[in-house]
């Protein structure tokens, strides 16, 4: 008979074990501490370096308390392909590992959102087809998916398929849509664009829900069944985004929440509740209500109208004191139409004792008038009512569409409230501790409260942030406007504490830190000719094997030119072709260099002699007018802190030290890290990003840089 209480070190080491590995001490003192504060109710900040096996190191512990003390643990990953790892691979392993161990088998879910699932009412023809201007089409309207669908779809990582025509990738989706098991779109191989998956699957404010004739069928029904009756649900920060925005019935009860990759868990969230709205939302919506609702419009075409002649002069930027008279009163104009129609919408009563019939097309018109409504809502509120919201305009690249956007100024508040408060937290990541401590990404994530200058938009965090919503299926924007926990909430601190349990590297013997000091810094221009001399001599010395990190693609764009120009080596820049293409062809070719921008900062994992050189062109500060980070910074200063270290100086050390970690990859691994922006030696606040690095040896002697890699070249 199975010990009913086994330790975490014995299921460790039978979890290991199994994955053929071998005991690190990392690990280890990881699986004690997350099991330490699950048990005690706690929050953990754990920062585990590349190498330390931190899947593991909160999977044992996680799948131990979930059957010992039947608490349901969810596990929420940044990406689908940390999501697959863990799902198909990690804890599966575990769960048949410890299965002998416990008192019974552990089970595990799979858990994303609605869109991401077919539906298979709709490939039964039981809604009307889709065209160009259905919700997620990017096609010829230039309008972005709509961002207050309650749930965002995950775009499948490989890209999609080249060149194959729509037709094509709609006939490969219906009939493999025939053949699923699990109707999920991670499993359909290659994948489709988001056009052709729009074929086949509806959000969750298009569904039918309970009225569905096809709901035992119904795929995402399944998947929230499963987890409903599992022991360890995994996610993704997407699902926890939707769930902090003010829809928390998007997950099942739980009583722990491991985040991995916690450093992103802020901005998704942030992501998640940013409103938009073009004029081409408004057509859209309109569209909608008129095809498939069959209602007039008038009103609301006449809102589009006025929207569009307040957006043609509106200026690009942030609003510090709101929207513009003229374009809030459009804006106005666009929600009272939009309330109207809803009314019209409304689904006539069935008589007493029948049921209300399931018409799917009443229901996408609904739904996007509804989504529609509750962002003009938020638009559209008073000056007061927007005190915590951040507002500003933007023209498309792409399209030239001008589009206005509202989001929350900070949203620590939204994810103690929603998503820590009242249960036992991890949270994981490489990257959590920045400048040598972990307190200001505890104050990102909502764990540290007042007291703190920086954290002064706190205990505002969830206070009145827009329009109130209200109405069953609200979106996540909306909801997040109208969940308002109030002050008290953003202003306690959780009972946390931080630890790094290091790394499996000996950093300071694998790596060299070079800060180019001798260079100008870097200015307005993509790349100053002494950046490209110093560039030219670092890669010609390494013999290629460098990853260029840019903070921006205009920079990566003209360095690759002038490399190619300058060197006999292969060069190939983020956005020839499709990104996991240009990764293996980087590994494979010792001589290749990869040039890019943020994809590669944190999503590069080449370990080998492939990659002996990491050049990071600056200090990748936000953008002076990201409308949403400036916001956060004044509103600190107003407070009395320090903004700039606050929020722009922790934004930099996180992605220094992202892009910093791509240089070692494994015990073998050597190489330099390049910082060619002097500030990083010479400012006063470079020793604060400097010291949320690797600890890598540290130099300014270019010569020394050079001769550790001509060394490398020729080993």
Known sequence: MPDPAPDVDHLLDVAVAALGGSPREGQLRMAREVAGAIE???????????????????????????VLAEERVVVSTATLALQRQVMTRDLPLVADA????????????????????????????????????????????????????????????????????????????????????????????????????????????ECLGQRCPMLEECFPERARAAARAADVVVTNHAMLGVAASGSPNVLPEHQVLVVDEAHELADRVTAQSTAEMSVGAVEHAGRMARRHGGVATTELDGAAAALGAALIHLPEGRFADGLPEGTRSAVAMVRDAARGLLTALRPEKPASGEA?????????????????FEVADRMAADADDQRYTVLWCSRGERDGATRIYAAPLAVNGLIRTHLLSGRASVLTSATLSLGGEFRSMARAIGLEGAGEAAAATASAATTALAAPGGSEGTTPAAGAAAS?????????????????????????????????????????EPATDAQLDEIAELVTAAGGRTLGLFSSRRAAVAVGEAMRERLDVPVLVQGEDQLPTLVRRFAEDEATCLFGTLSLWQGVD?????????????????????????????????????????????????LLAQGAGRLIR???????????????????????????????????DRE??????RRLAAA
């Open 484 to 524: 308002g926990s109030g002050s008290s909430a953003a202003t306690t601190t959780l009972p946390w504490h931080g630890v790094d349990v290091g790394s499996p590297f000996d950093y300071p013997r694998q790596g060299i830190l070079y800060i180019a000091r001798r260079l100008p810094p870097p200015g307005r």
């Open 356 to 372: 209300a019939p399931a018409d799917s097309g009443l229901k996408i018109a609904s739904s996007a008038v509804l989504a529609l």
């Open 704 to 709: 020394v840089a050079l001769g550790a890699l």
């Open 98 to 205: 410890l299965a002998p161990e416990l008192p019974r088998r552990p089970r595990i879910a799979l858990l994303k959102g609605w869109h991401n699932y077919v539906c298979v009412h709709k490939t039964a023809g039981g809604y009307p087809p889709d065209d160009q201007g259905m919700l997620f089409d990017l096609g010829d309207h230039g309008a972005a998916e709509h961002p207050a669908t309650t749930e965002a779809p995950d775009a499948p990582e490989g890209g999609t398929p080249e060149k194959e025509p729509l037709g094509a990738q709609v006939v490969r989706l219906r009939e493999w849509a025939e053949a699923t098991d699990s109707g999920d779109r991670d499993d359909l191989v290659p994948g489709v664009t988001d056009r052709a998956w729009r074929q086949v699957s509806v959000t969750s404010l």
């Open 666 to 700: 494994s015990v073998d691994d050597r190489g330099v890290v390049a910082v060619l922006d002097p500030r990083l030696a010479t400012a006063r606040y470079g020793e604060f990003l400097a010291r949320s690095l690797p600890a890598f040896w540290r130099t300014t």
């Open 606 to 654: 080449v370990p080998g002699r492939s990659n002996q050189l990491v050049l990071i062109d600056r200090i990748p500060f936000p953008r002076p007018d990201d409308p949403v980070r400036s916001a956060r910074s004044e509103a600190v200063a107003a407070a009395g802190g320090n903004g700039f270290m606050s929020v722009a100086a922790t934004h930099a050390a996180l």
């Open 40 to 66: 005690r109710g706690e929050h953990l900040m754990v920062q585990a370096g590349t190498g330390t096996g931190k899947s593991l190191g909160y999977l044992v512990p996680s799948v131990r308390h979930a």
